[in-house]
């Protein structure tokens, strides 16, 4: 069971405080009050369901991989909780922080309750306007800092799916070299290579892992920008990798490129990308490591519905189903025995994965 523990249109801001619509991770307060519909955002009663508000990081839908994941989700409530109304942003490239503050504003203003944020990179925007509207609640996926009595922290062991993939990786390498491409060297993307290393050195010990980060910090275009992502991984594949994993949101389809063009092999990330990325390169990908945004924003959306809400920390691991691996394809078919092995070894402890990449 889960355990409490600890974004292709762009959203823009008009004049008069109108909204127009529109890939890759502290500790943390647990406050134990239920949430409740919120009628007074509005001004009436949400007898139909209520209006849910919610926030794209950089991609926003249809990048293939994280924000597809969370629409995914959304998109589930639509047919299965009887929502009232949806409203979609999406967070633009080299953006402030004052806009991140003032979609998530617009959208409480809106009477959209509940508003989810999706990504850490709305942590101080979301900690800020959660405050400001406290009969709204808020939830952000990857992101534990900012905490509030209306705030749900949907966190993730990103590092023990990717350890799965990081020994597919290396039980697949016929070169005994692989690589990772991060979005941005940020922890939780340090996350992923932290899993991907462990998981590769597992079996062989030996195995050299080459590793890229696409931009650093507070440059976050690294988790949209195919060309840096081809580029980085044509890189490792002309060194003599020939398995690369990326934790990049949009830029994996550059990786899925590169992989293509060098008769290699790619690992997706956050969703089955086998099946959600494009047609002439899904061929190319063994597996993704999936991060299940998707059941992270249904289930908080339910527990809504529900008047079942404990806003604070919830963590999807392995033992609760929050990461996987996918076998779409086939082509890890012959080693699932091994993973599964090692999964099984994951849930019951005998296998700590580092969340930190040494």
Same mark, same amino acid.
């Given at each position: 069971?889960?355990?409490?523990?600890?974004?292709?249109?762009?959203?823009?801001?008009?004049?008069?405080?109108?909204?127009m619509?529109?890939?890759?991770?502290?500790?943390?307060?647990?406050?134990?009050?239920?949430?409740?519909?919120?009628?007074s955002?509005?001004?009436?009663?949400?007898?139909?369901?209520?209006?849910?508000?919610?926030?794209?990081?950089?991609?926003?839908?249809?990048?293939?991989?994280f924000?597809?994941?969370?629409a995914?989700?959304?998109?589930?409530?639509?047919?299965?909780?009887?929502?009232?109304?949806t409203?979609?942003?999406?967070?633009?490239?080299?953006?402030?922080?004052?806009?991140?503050?003032?979609?998530?504003?617009?959208?409480?203003?809106?009477?959209?309750?509940?508003?989810?944020?999706?990504?850490?990179?709305?942590?101080?925007?979301?900690k !800020?306007? /959660? $405050?400001?509207?406290?009969?709204?609640?808020? @939830?952000? #996926?990857?992101?534990? &800092? +900012?905490? =509030?009595?209306?705030?749900?922290?949907?966190?993730?062991?990103?590092?023990?799916?990717?350890?799965?993939?990081?020994?597919?990786?290396?039980?697949?390498?016929?070169?005994?070299?692989?690589?990772?491409?991060?979005?941005?060297?940020?922890?939780?993307?340090?996350?992923?290579?932290?899993?991907?290393?462990?998981?590769a050195?597992?079996?062989?010990?030996?195995?050299?892992?080459?590793?890229?980060?696409?931009?650093?910090?507070?440059?976050?275009?690294?988790?949209?920008?195919?060309?840096?992502? !081809?580029? /980085? $991984?044509?890189?490792?594949?002309d060194?003599? @990798?020939? #398995?690369?994993?990326? &934790? +990049?949101g =949009?830029?994996?389809?550059?990786?899925?490129?590169?992989?293509?063009?060098?008769?290699?092999?790619?690992?997706?990330?956050?969703?089955d990308?086998?099946?959600?990325?494009?047609?002439?390169?899904?061929?190319?990908?063994?597996t993704?490591m999936?991060k299940?945004?998707?059941?992270?924003?249904?289930?908080?959306?339910?527990?809504?519905t529900?008047?079942?809400?404990?806003?604070?920390?919830?963590?999807?691991?392995?033992?609760?189903?929050?990461?996987?691996?996918?076998?779409?394809?086939?082509?890890?078919d012959?080693?699932?025995?091994?993973?599964?092995?090692?999964k099984?070894?994951?849930?019951?402890?005998?296998?700590?994965?580092?969340?930190?990449?040494?």
């Amino acid at each position: 069971m889960l355990r409490n523990r600890f974004g292709r249109l762009t959203a823009a801001v008009v004049a008069g405080g109108m909204l127009m619509g529109a890939a890759a991770c502290g500790g943390s307060e647990e406050p134990t009050t239920s949430a409740k519909p919120d009628a007074s955002a509005s001004g009436a009663p949400q007898e139909k369901g209520p209006k849910v508000g919610l926030a794209y990081d950089i991609g926003g839908r249809g990048d293939q991989s994280f924000n597809d994941a969370a629409a995914a989700g959304l998109d589930k409530a639509k047919t299965e909780l009887s929502l009232a109304d949806t409203k979609e942003l999406e967070a633009g490239n080299g953006e402030t922080e004052a806009a991140k503050e003032e979609r998530l504003r617009l959208l409480a203003q809106g009477g959209y309750n509940p508003v989810i944020a999706i990504g850490f990179a709305y942590s101080a925007s979301l900690k !800020k306007v /959660a $405050a400001e509207f406290p009969n709204v609640q808020f @939830a952000i #996926v990857d992101d534990a &800092a +900012a905490t =509030g009595p209306n705030i749900s922290n949907l966190l993730f062991a990103e590092q023990e799916g990717s350890y799965l993939v990081g020994a597919a990786a290396a039980l697949k390498s016929k070169k005994e070299h692989i690589g990772f491409v991060g979005g941005v060297q940020v922890p939780l993307i340090q996350k992923f290579q932290a899993g991907f290393y462990a998981g590769a050195k597992k079996i062989k010990p030996d195995i050299q892992i080459d590793v890229k980060y696409l931009t650093q910090p507070p440059d976050f275009t690294g988790f949209n920008d195919p060309a840096k992502g !081809k580029t /980085a $991984a044509q890189g490792m594949f002309d060194a003599g @990798a020939d #398995v690369v994993y990326h &934790a +990049a949101g =949009g830029s994996g389809g550059g990786v899925f490129e590169a992989a293509k063009s060098a008769k290699g092999l790619a690992i997706g990330v956050d969703s089955d990308q086998a099946k959600t990325a494009a047609p002439e390169v899904q061929g190319v990908i063994m597996t993704s490591m999936i991060k299940k945004v998707d059941v992270a924003v249904f289930d908080f959306l339910k527990g809504f519905t529900s008047n079942s809400l404990k806003p604070g920390t919830t963590v999807y691991d392995l033992k609760a189903g929050g990461v996987d691996y996918s076998t779409t394809g086939g082509q890890i078919d012959d080693i699932k025995a091994q993973l599964d092995e090692l999964k099984q070894k994951i849930v019951s402890g005998e296998i700590v994965v580092p969340d930190k990449a040494s």
